[in-house]
Nanobody, 119 residues
């Protein structure tokens, strides 16, 4: 159980970039990013394990987003490039113990940060 706090969201034009950060209160094993748009279910974006050996992206963001982590600072990042209007959502950081793309497998969640991409 750790506390997670996201930051870095904002308003950006299509084609622009944002870098999200998630600070954890303690050590984590698996970190993931999810997002949820209005009236839609929460969807997986990316995940990373403790030594970067197992990184996985949703097909919708592969090649545009990059997940990374700084274990010394207990922080995970999501670099988002070539943003599209369909990327607009609240982005959530999550921590768990299983390599998973399913939200129910994560037991710690941040409060989310809004990302809005205008056309």
């Amino acid at each position: 159980q750790v506390q997670l706090v996201e930051s870095g969201g904002g308003l950006v034009q299509a084609g622009g970039s944002l870098r999200l950060s998630c600070a954890a209160s303690g050590r984590t094993y698996i970190m993931g990013w999810f997002r949820q748009a209005p009236e839609k279910e929460r969807e997986f974006v990316a995940r990373i394990n403790w030594n970067d050996a197992f990184i996985y992206y949703a097909s919708s963001v592969k090649g545009r987003f990059t997940i990374s982590r700084d274990n010394a600072k207990n922080t995970v990042f999501l670099q988002m490039n070539s943003l599209k209007p369909e990327d607009t959502a609240v982005y959530y950081c999550a921590a768990g113990a299983i390599l998973s793309a399913v939200s129910k497998d994560y037991n710690s969640w941040g409060q989310g940060t809004q990302v809005t991409v205008s056309s």
